[in-house]
């Protein structure tokens, strides 16, 4: 996507430095565009934890390129003890955010394929390389298919208003900004904004980080979609007043039944959706599934931050970005950072490799490769 512009993505190698691994801190969207160099193992951890990056796809693309870093600075005495430092590094990873599926599967990845590799030490730290380059390539193009994919679904209710704007309500960031590029419950916003299709985004505030209010809004605007920033609790209303046509929202991890695991609040927009007729989409990359579970509501682990994110809120005032205490000093703040929708409210999940109902069938028709694995 660009940024007044420019091409980038949200990870990359440093031109002139492989070594390093440059990301877009979006700890200071959308006032300041800051690039942060990540060089250590620890750095990568913090980065994924402190979310400097967050979103399913670009969580698990950091975590390719952190255990490259890991590669990169673990001892070379052997390869047992080379091995021993890479998958402590990834246990390191894997704890830093644990609701998001990507992240488990992108350090296992690695750690495969720098196994498989065999060979001697160099060799296996360009394996590391080639397997994270590869993680964030995949993203990016699975997100542009998932655009194609859903493309369609935007283009029919377009021509059923007869060319007047089709209204999306999204939740939190599942733009490019979530992953490598495009995005999976922009992509296909994307996808008809730049064919011509006029649309109009209503984006989330989202509650307690306000992705959508800085993150969300601030992509829209970079690439010129239409947008409105709510706050969360306006989307009931606008459904009822007929101002939704469709809902999409993005997901961090997705069970092979179809629960969709998402930011808090998503939940409450597919009841809302559902008791107002108005079709609640999932998109999501393969990457994104969790094979191994089938209760959502029971089996997947439900990320719990810090009190103070819900008691504080963070904004630019007299052109410096500060933090302001919201609530009573004293008065305690529960912090869920995650709910699940069970599959029952979901119309159907847009993927790379098209568009499928939210069952176990329906998944697996696309994924039939996956019926053993459970």
Known sequence: MNVHGKHYRTI???????????????????????????????AVARAIKDMHVRGAGLIGATAGFGMYIAALTAPRGSADAFMTALRQAGEQLKATRPTAVNLEWAVNRQLQAIEASGGDIETRIETALHTAQAIADEDAE??????????????????????EPVNILTHCNAGWLAFVDY?????PIYAAHDRGIPVHVWVDETRPRNQGARLTAWELGQHGVPHTVIADNVGGHLMQNGLVDMVITGTDRTTRTGDVANKIGTYLKA??????????????????FDWQIRDGVREIPIEQRDA????????????????????????????YAFDVTPARLVTGLITERGICP???EGILG?????????
């Not at 998932?146 to 935007?154: C, D, F, N, Q, S």
């Not at 103070?308 to 912090?335: F, M, Q």
């Open 358 to 360: 939210a069952s176990e």
């Open 183 to 187: 995005g999976t419950a922009t992509a």
């Open 271 to 288: 009841l809302a959706a559902r008791d107002n007729g108005i079709p609640f989409y999932v998109a999501l990359p393969s990457s994104s």
């Open 142 to 163: 699975f997100c542009r298919r998932i655009g194609e994919h859903g493309l369609p679904l935007i283009q029919a209710i377009s021509q059923r208003k007869g060319g």
């Open 308 to 335: 103070t994110e819900v008691k504080h809120i963070r904004g630019l005032h007299e052109g410096e970005i500060k933090e302001v205490l919201l609530t009573p000093p004293d008065s305690p703040a529960a912090n």
């Open 366 to 374: 696309l994924y039939p490769e996956k019926r053993e694995q459970q």
């Open 12 to 42: 990359w190698l440093k031109p002139d430095d492989p070594a390093v691994v440059q990301i877009i801190d979006q700890r200071h969207l959308p006032h300041r565009f800051v690039i942060e160099d990540l060089t250590t193992v620890e």
